[in-house]
């Protein structure tokens, strides 16, 4: 991949980073200050409840998705960035486009769908 594309590719996943963990930090912060009205009524000890699973929810898929941009940061720093991990071959550029912290190429990713690879940490 050339220097010009992978600089474009390494500013919208810094720029998703620091989205994310912005939203990460807000999100830790509501989940915080939902019980400190303290409800008295059980219906909103059980609105209060589902908000904070909500948050710690929307938080868990956050923190997982930076830590995908920060492993295709990662990468980009290793010289690998666009590169299927399981079968070694360059990712189609659009896929990258759409998503650029994607570690498989589309046929690799297909097989870990179905269950005939085996998922690695990322």
Known sequence: ???KKLDY???RLESRQHDLRRMVSRTQQDGRTVDEDSAQDIADRAASSYTKEFLFHQSNNDRQLLQMVEGALDRIR???FG???SCGKEINSKRLEAVP???HCIECQEKLEQGLLEQTSP
């Open 83 to 85: 590169e299927c991990i």
């Open 101 to 103: 912290w994607t570690r």
């Open 9 to 11: 590719f390494r500013k």
């Open 1 to 3: 991949m050339d220097k």
């Open 78 to 80: 290793e010289g690998n």
